[in-house]
Nanobody, 124 residues
Framework: QEQLVESGGGLVQPGGSLRLSCVVS????????IGWFRQVPGKEREGVSC????????YYTNSVKGRFTISRDKGKNTVYLQMNSLKPEDTAVYYC?????????????????WGQGTQVTVSS
């Protein structure tokens, strides 16, 4: 069965950086676009970024453009989210999921597979 495992979260000061990893097992990145999503208690899940398998096209929600970068390493079956210039409002549990897409200015997912999440806390 295909599985996704996130890692790399932690506590960081505002302006700092973290690099999240999403390792996909049981399949390869050739088969699925992979996206990053985040959620805080009491709020709806937010699509953060998405990378497509076809040509590596990258998409971001407006609040992270210029600060976050999504990338992939097909040899390691891993998708990364480099997060720079972190802000307190970036604090959330971050999840990766398969089959993301970008439409109407937002990132969505068909939700076929999800990871367990990794906590990112940005605080002084």
């Amino acid at each position: 069965q295909e599985q996704l495992v996130e890692s790399g979260g932690g506590l960081v000061q505002p302006g700092g950086s973290l690099r999240l990893s999403c390792v996909v097992s049981g399949s390869t990145l050739d088969y699925h676009p992979i996206g990053w999503f985040r959620q805080v208690p009491g709020k709806e899940r937010e699509g953060v970024s998405c990378i497509h398998d076809s040509d590596g096209s990258q998409y971001y929600t407006n609040s992270v453009k210029g600060r976050f970068t999504i990338s992939r390493d097909k040899g390691k079956n891993t998708v990364y989210l480099q997060m720079n210039s972190l802000k307190p409002e970036d604090t959330a549990v971050y999840y990766c999921a398969t089959d993301c897409y970008y439409i109407a200015g937002m990132i969505h997912t068909l939700g076929s597979r999800w990871g367990q999440g990794t906590q990112v806390t940005v605080s002084s």
